[in-house]
């Protein structure tokens, strides 16, 4: 069965600085990946997706992600935090052979805090 | 486009009580998927539409939880007899055929 784990519940920087975000999947054959944003007592906002091609994907907002398959990765970074990024961000995977369909499978997610 | 959108935003009801709630998927947007968020945690997969069929439903959906989308446009989601183990956010989403998932607000629902 596929899983998502997102290392790190409460991740902390300084605005301006680096944002890395860890995911890895477990699936014995790659998934579809995605990561989503959740900002407080709204939906979800898809930041951006891996499905084929090249693996590192540009999203919204300057965040990017490289799917690394040796590593069963798929890190979110920006260069340069701003506080407006303070947020939930979720990690979520989707069977690449679900038969024209892509439940997602989430990460418990990880909050970002981002300070002055 | 106007997005996914969801009623009511909040619910509190008794244990015990009959809940409905509503999703409005983005128009044309043949692909509905539910899923249930609780506090600190990922949302999870409870149920997938294709068009009115309703083709897959988790373990996690008892059988006091039905799902209907009558004629592949709206869709509801009634739990019956609530416990307070329902309480949690109740997410909708909606796709055409590309992989994005495009989700709406949520109702909350808090059972007292």
């Known amino acids: 069965a596929q899983s998502v784990t997102q290392l790190g519940s409460h991740v902390s920087v300084s605005e301006g600085a680096l944002v890395l975000l860890r995911c890895n999947y477990s699936?014995?054959?790659?998934?579809?990946l995605f990561w989503y944003v959740q900002y407080p007592n709204q939906g979800l906002q898809l930041l951006l997706k891996?499905?084929?091609?090249?693996?590192l994907v540009k999203g919204i907002n300057g965040f990017e992600a490289e799917f690394k398959k040796s590593e069963t990765s798929f890190h979110l970074t920006k260069p340069s935090a701003h506080m407006s990024d303070a947020a939930e961000y979720f990690c979520?995977?989707?069977?690449?052979?679900?038969?024209?369909?892509?439940?997602?499978?989430f990460g418990a997610g990880t909050r970002l805090a981002v300070h002055p | 486009d106007t997005g996914v959108s969801q009623n009511p935003r909040h619910k509190i009801t008794k244990r015990g009580q009959n809940v409905t709630f509503r999703c409005d998927p983005i128009?044309?947007?043949?692909?509905l998927y539910w899923y249930r968020q609780t506090l600190g945690q990922g949302p999870e997969f409870l149920t997938y539409?294709?068009?009115?069929?309703?083709?897959?439903k988790s373990r996690l959906l008892s059988d006091r939880f039905s799902a209907e989308r009558p004629k592949g446009s709206f869709s509801t989601l009634e739990i019956q007899r609530t416990e307070q183990g329902d309480s949690a956010m109740y997410l909708c989403?909606?796709?055409?055929?590309?992989?994005?998932?495009?989700f709406g607000p949520g109702t909350r629902l808090t059972v007292t």
């Open positions: 128009s044309e947007h043949n692909r």
């Open positions: 891996y499905t084929t091609g090249a693996t």
């Open positions: 979520a995977v989707s069977d690449r052979f679900s038969g024209g369909y892509n439940k997602l499978i």
């Open positions: 699936s014995s054959v790659p998934p579809y």
């Open positions: 539409f294709q068009n009115e069929a309703q083709l897959e």
């Open positions: 989403a909606s796709s055409s055929l590309t992989y994005e998932q495009y």
